[in-house]
């Protein structure tokens, strides 16, 4: 395949699959957006809604689009990391041990209020995000070459909830935000409700077609690849990283994988607005996301009332783009 008939393909599934899912999702635009370059860049999304704005059927209609298998898991104060990766247990007839798959074992996996359950709990998946296997009773069983995980996170609610670590929310592309409908999608949603349009229904019946198989990812990635970012791009976005280390309100500022998946992140967008280079606007458009769950603030700022968007913003401002 050439460079350019691989980049045309890589662009054609993008609007694709953007306008399959768009048939189930009812604005939410830009959220399918950042959650297509997490799943092209072979990353994993962290997903901040109030509940019923479509979280989890989000990451179904993806599934379906692309051609994936998908799993849920509910995270629970009583989850147990067994409950997620699967045991092995005696079997009799053959006298040896069998393992018995838990849900982890899949393409597109959401994890539900994935800060209710414990620390231990949570854990259960860092070898699967950075590694893509997973390790049961000193066994180690490889996940799917697709493997992607969905982490949901409630803004509002936190009486009984687990704050994820910090080397777990870094391992984490990216953090997407997904806002309630304005009154026209949320009028839109109430018309078609109970009627063969509703979200839930397209999706059940066939409606929405899949425009790739999984094995066409690996052919689809290399192309991303091929995006084009100048060197003096590369340097600009390095210098907001560093930034963010530097900034008087940070108390612990990106590491090297929040480079790397900023780098990742632009030419995926790049991508998906149907070009083959990076420019200016795709790091800040991206910069957000990235960088907006891997910075801690310092006590007395975040008493003050200032927001990690505001710092992101503050650095951007500082960072002269190059020409």
Do not use: W
């Amino acid at each position: 395949m050439s460079v350019e008939h691989g980049i045309a393909r890589l662009k054609e599934v993008l609007a694709e699959a953007r306008h399959e899912t768009g048939k189930v999702i009812i604005g939410q635009h830009d959220v399918i957006e950042k959650a297509l370059i997490a799943i092209f860049t072979g990353n994993h999304a962290l997903i901040e809604g109030v509940p019923g704005v479509a979280k989890t059927l989000l990451v179904r209609t993806l599934a379906h689009v692309l051609g994936c298998e998908f799993a849920r898991i509910q995270f629970t104060p009583d989850l147990m990391p067994a409950d997620i990766t699967g045991t092995t247990i005696f079997n009799l007839q053959r006298n040896d041990f069998s393992l018995i798959k838990g849900p982890i074992f899949t393409s597109f996996l959401i994890a539900d209020e994935i800060n209710r359950a414990p620390a231990k709990t949570q854990s259960a998946l860092l070898q699967a995000m950075q590694e893509r296997r997973v390790t049961i009773d000193r066994d180690t069983y490889p996940l799917p070459a697709n493997f992607t995980v969905f982490a949901t996170q409630n803004p509002i609610e936190y009486e009984g909830t687990y704050p994820l670590p910090e080397a777990q929310k870094d391992r984490f592309m990216l953090k997407i935000t997904m806002k309630p409908p304005d009154r026209a999608e949320e009028l839109a949603l109430a018309q078609r409700t109970m009627t063969k349009d509703a979200p839930e229904t397209l999706l059940m019946q066939g409606a929405v077609r899949p425009v790739m198989q999984a094995e066409d990812f690996a052919a689809l990635r290399e192309s991303l690849a091929l995006i084009v970012i100048r060197e003096e791009l590369a340097g600009y976005l390095v210098d907001i990283v560093r930034a963010t280390r530097q900034h008087e309100s940070v108390l612990v500022g990106a590491g090297p994988r929040a480079t790397q998946s900023l780098i990742m992140a632009s030419r995926a967008n790049a991508a998906v607005s149907g070009r083959d280079f990076v420019t200016p606007d795709d790091i800040k458009a991206m910069a957000l996301p990235v960088l907006e769950h891997r910075l801690i603030l310092r006590p007395e700022f975040e008493i003050e009332g200032l927001t990690v968007a505001e710092v992101i913003e503050q650095v951007l401002q500082q960072i002269a783009v190059p020409r």
